[in-house]
């Protein structure tokens, strides 16, 4: 007979096997930005549409440490990762249209797509890390 399984301890940081995977759309903003405000809801419908996306939305300021020491220089700044990899960074126009049509090209071409670099990934996972729990 076998033992049961140990349940995972709620105080600790979930492993990499347990974190979820597939695609997630992360929004860098801060709250004092007025075109993030009117992007919000946007980001926000497009996390409706998408249910097979995970859509996060971190205030650079308030969640100072996983924006870490990445420069955001123009609002509103997109990171999308496949779950795994970072797949792009950078500013994006705060139109619906134009994010969907960003994640639907990477979603394409993301099995033989390269990666957005280290600092992307950096930011990725510690995305992953906070928000995963």
Known sequence: MQSPAALPDPT????????PRGW???CLCAGWCGTCGVYR???DELARAH????????DIEDDSDIAGDLDVET???LLIADGQRALFLGPLLPQAPVLARLLASLQAAAPGAAGAGGEAQAVFERVRAARSA
């Open 51 to 58: 249910p097979d996306v995970r859509f996060e939305w971190v």
């Open 75 to 77: 609002f509103p700044t």
């Open 12 to 19: 600790q940081p979930p492993s990499v096997a347990t974190v």
């Open 24 to 26: 997630w759309a992360v």
């Open 41 to 43: 809801p946007l980001f």
